[in-house]
Nanobody
């Protein structure tokens, strides 16, 4: 069992930056691929970024490439999402998710989810 708690969301102007954190409790954090997803009102939850459990792979959605960076600190059981050059279309509820010893960007293949943190980007 893994519990995930996101933090770091807020209101920011277009062009600004935010850093999201996701703290995991439970066992064997380094056995989980960690992902970030987001859901805007009226839209499906979509993939944003992932960092593999093995440390060898990262992935980013095309919409955030060059602007968002995912990282993880296994010693702190934490995954981060650094978001730069934010746009109004980045406004969404951002979720952290964990996938046991897999590598996928597919929402349904993640085993555990946090409650989400709201990011609002004003124009």
């Amino acid at each position: 069992q893994v519990q995930l708690v996101e933090s770091g969301g807020g209101l920011v102007q277009a062009g600004g930056s935010l850093r999201l954190s996701c703290a995991a409790s439970g066992r064997a954090f380094n056995s989980y691929t960690m992902g970030w997803f987001r859901q805007a009102p009226g839209k499906e939850r979509e993939f944003v970024a992932a960092f593999s459990w093995s440390g060898g792979n990262t992935a980013n959605a095309d919409s955030v490439k060059g602007r968002f960076t995912i990282s993880r600190d296994n010693a702190k059981n934490t995954v981060y999402l650094q978001m730069n050059s934010l746009k109004p279309e980045d406004t969404a509820l951002y979720y952290c998710a964990a996938q046991y010893r897999g590598w996928s960007t597919i929402r349904d293949e993640y085993d555990y989810w946090g409650q989400g943190t709201q990011v609002t980007v004003s124009s």
